[in-house]
Structures are given as C-alpha cells and as structure tokens.
C-alpha cells in the first residue's frame, strides 16, 4: 500500500508564509500527478494546486501568484509553498495522488493523505 503524510499546517497571521510537505511511503511503483486540495467548512474540497511527475503546474485563480508546487521525485514528496496567505485560505488541506503500486504496476489508485489544518488569522 501506498501511504500519503502531510506536515506543515498551523496558524499564520495574513501575509505570513507556510510551506506544506507530503511524503509518499509504502510500495510505490510510480506516482503520476501529485496534488494539493483544500476543504474549508461547510465548503466542497477544491483542488489548489498539482504537479505532474515531469513538473508541469497548474494552479486554481485564486492562489495563482501566491503558492507554488514542487516535487522531489527522490524523494516521493510534495511541497506547497505558500505566501502572502489569506483568512479565506483558512482549510485543511489534503495531498493527494494518483499512482500505481509494485505488486500491480498497471492498475491506477488515487491516495489521499489525512489532512493538515491551516489557519490564517486577519
């Protein structure tokens, strides 16, 4: 199995900065896109930000300018970095992936990993 961990969250001021990890562990064969999403409440889960495994980005509007994703394919992890943070960025924020494990390298699986709050004050 494949496991997904996310660190990083916390509470921030506005306009203060956080960088989010996720690192994937377990038996990975390969991991294709490697994405951020965010749930705030009463709210649907949005996607922020993916990555593909040869960099390519794509960003929601509403963070574009602000955070920027990258990937250690090494080390099978995911960073957001996000600046100039505001309250309505308040989420908890999911990594997400999809990928394929050693013992069936063919067979597509989405991951998620459990979630890490981030909280900006105004």
């Known amino acids: 199995q494949v496991q997904l961990v996310e660190s990083g969250g916390g509470l921030v001021q506005a306009g203060g900065s956080l960088r989010l990890s996720c690192a994937a562990t377990?038996?990975?064969?390969?991991?294709?896109?490697m994405d951020w999403y965010r749930q705030a409440p009463g709210k649907q889960r949005e996607l922020v930000a993916a990555?593909?495994?040869?960099?390519?980005?794509n960003y929601a509007d509403s963070v574009k300018g602000r955070f920027t994703i990258s990937r250690d394919n090494a080390k099978n992890t995911v960073y957001l970095q996000m600046n100039n943070l505001k309250p309505e960025d308040t989420a908890v924020y999911y990594c997400?992936?999809?990928?394929?494990?050693?013992?069936?390298?063919?067979?597509?699986?989405?991951?998620w990993g459990q979630g890490t709050q981030v909280t900006v004050s105004s």
């Open positions: 997400g992936s999809v990928g394929t494990e050693a013992s069936t390298p063919f067979v597509l699986r989405n991951y």
């Open positions: 377990g038996s990975i064969f390969r991991l294709n896109t």
């Open positions: 990555i593909t495994s040869s960099g390519s980005t």
